[in-house]
């Protein structure tokens, strides 16, 4: 079994409106430089195939029901598995 991570965030294009609520937020308790705050999602799996099995299965779940592909892009990272002995 592995470990899969899907990270999703707003594409650059779309309005971010939690984003800019927190960036006005962290600005507000004094944390100066802050610009262009993003927020997004981590969503961790746990699945069985070959990489090729699982980045197929996962980028079929993001485009059917984790992600809206119109306003949202996700990066995909499948853990090595690890092996104990």
């Given amino acids: 079994m592995?470990?899969?991570?899907?990270t999703i965030h707003v594409k650059q294009a779309?309005?971010?409106?939690q984003g800019k609520a927190v960036e006005g937020g962290l600005r507000a308790l004094?944390?100066?430089?802050?610009?262009?705050?993003?927020?997004g999602k981590s969503i961790t799996l746990q699945l069985n195939g070959s990489d090729e099995e699982i980045r197929?299965?996962?980028e079929a779940?993001?485009?059917q029901l984790l992600a809206n592909p119109v306003t949202e892009m996700y990066t995909i990272e499948?853990?090595?598995?690890?092996v104990e002995a």
């Fill in 2 to 6: 592995k470990t899969v991570h899907v």
């Fill in 14 to 17: 779309v309005l971010d409106p």
């Fill in 30 to 39: 004094g944390f100066t430089g802050v610009e262009n705050v993003r927020v």
């Fill in 78 to 82: 499948i853990e090595k598995e690890r």
């Fill in 61 to 63: 779940m993001c485009h």
């Fill in 56 to 58: 197929t299965q996962v």
